[in-house]
Every structure is written in C-alpha cells, then in structure tokens.
C-alpha cells in the first residue's frame, strides 16, 4: 500500500516570500503520478502541479515548482512570491500507473500568507 | 462547461436514515471519483467507476456504503443506516480519460452531517 506524509501541519508566511511544502511518500512501483492539490475555505480541491514519475525534469506552472527526488521518495512544492490568496490547505497525492486507483492524499499543510 | 456539481451541498440527516449525494460529472468525462474527507485530514479515497460499472471499491465500507454512476443521470452515493461516524465532507470528481491521463476535476463538495 502507498502512504503520502506531509510532516508540516501548518506554515506561515510573509506575502512575496518563499515557502517550500515538504511531501514523502512510500510507494514499491516504478511507474507513478504524484500531484499537489489546493484546497482554500470554499473547499474546492484545485490542481496545483503534477509530476509523472520517469520524467527527471521537475515540473513548473507560474509561481509553483516541485523538486522531485525519486530516490529519496520526496515531493516537495515551492511557492515564490507568495499571494494572499495563495492561503490554502495544500494536499500532496500519489496515484500509481494503470489508472485502475484513486489518489492516495497526505493529511496536508495548512499555508498562511500574511500580508 | 460547467465544473462537477454536487448536492446537496450540506446535508443532515438522524442517526439511522438514508444519505444520497449527487455528483453530476463535467460533460463528456465518463470516469468518477468519490472522496471522503473527515476533519482535519486529507481525502480518502472510496470508489471509482465507469458508466455503469464499478472500477474500484477498495475504499469504500462493505456495510451500508454503495455507489452507482447510471448510463444516465448523475452518480449517486448512497448511505444507509447513518451513523455519527459518517459525518463528513464527501467529494466527488471527474476525469474523461482515467486519473494518470487527464487531471481530475473535483466538486464542492457534500458536507453530511449525522445527529
């Protein structure tokens, strides 16, 4: 069975800073997915980023980047210059290859900008 | 387009009823997903399915928990015999392609709550 564990229960933050979001995760596949969703106050899960597994070049959209590390199993999220609305809960995912499964979520982090 | 609606969005009901939450899926995905969400943790994931099939139940309790995505009409979740335990958010989401070829789409969100 997979487990996804984000250690950080709650970070805060100065706007226009620089957060980094730890993820890690245990997994014996090979071929997998993993994917950081934003859930803010309306509860609405929104996808942020997704990484495939056998691809080395960390994935960016706009302000948010990863930095995957396949041998340590780790999937972390930065966020530069962060936003007010960037406040969020943020859920790190895994799912495995085939696409027979759902997402496997950690227990998240609770990101606080401050103005 | 509209996004994956689900109702209603908040729902009580007594200890002992029927819950049934609704989840109509973004026009031409054929592929959902339905979450649970208990306080203070990530989702978890319960049951995917197809049109008129069931993919993966391995989330989902054997008792009283059954889901069902019709040819026609929305998916319907449905909990018998309510107990304070399945107070919750229940989420469902959509894809057109399964989850590791095309993102998920996810909804608002059932908030049920169990007296």
């Known amino acids: 069975a997979q487990t996804v564990t984000q250690s950080q229960p709650e970070m805060s933050v100065q706007e226009a800073e620089t957060v980094t979001l730890s993820c890690t995760y245990d997994?014996?596949?090979?071929?997998?997915?993993l994917f950081w969703y934003k859930q803010p106050p309306s509860r609405q899960m929104i996808l942020v980023i997704r990484?495939?597994?056998?691809?080395?070049q960390n994935a960016t959209e706009n302000r948010f980047s990863v930095n995957f590390q396949k041998a340590a199993k780790s999937f972390s999220l930065k966020i530069s210059d962060s936003q007010l609305g960037d406040t969020a809960m943020y859920f790190c995912?895994?799912?495995?290859?085939?696409?027979?499964?759902?997402?496997?979520f950690g227990k998240g982090t609770h990101l606080i900008i401050q103005p | 387009n509209a996004g994956v609606m689900q109702n209603p969005r908040h729902l009580v009901r007594r200890r002992g009823q029927e819950a049934r939450l609704r989840c109509s899926p973004m026009k031409g995905h054929s592929h959902v997903y339905w979450y649970r969400q208990l306080p203070e943790e990530g989702l978890k994931f319960m049951v995917y399915l197809q049109k008129e099939n069931i993919i993966d139940e391995s989330g989902m309790p054997k008792e009283r928990f059954s889901a069902e995505f019709p040819k026609e009409g929305p998916s319907i979740l449905r909990i018998q015999q309510v107990v304070r335990g399945d107070s919750a958010a229940y989420f469902c989401?959509?894809?057109?392609?399964?989850?590791?070829?095309?993102?998920?789409?996810f909804g608002n969100g059932t908030r049920l709550t169990v007296t």
């Open positions: 997994t014996s596949e090979n071929n997998y997915y």
């Open positions: 990484q495939e597994a056998y691809k080395q």
């Open positions: 995912a895994f799912t495995k290859g085939g696409g027979a499964d759902g997402l496997t």
């Open positions: 989401a959509s894809s057109p392609k399964g989850l590791t070829n095309s993102p998920l789409h």
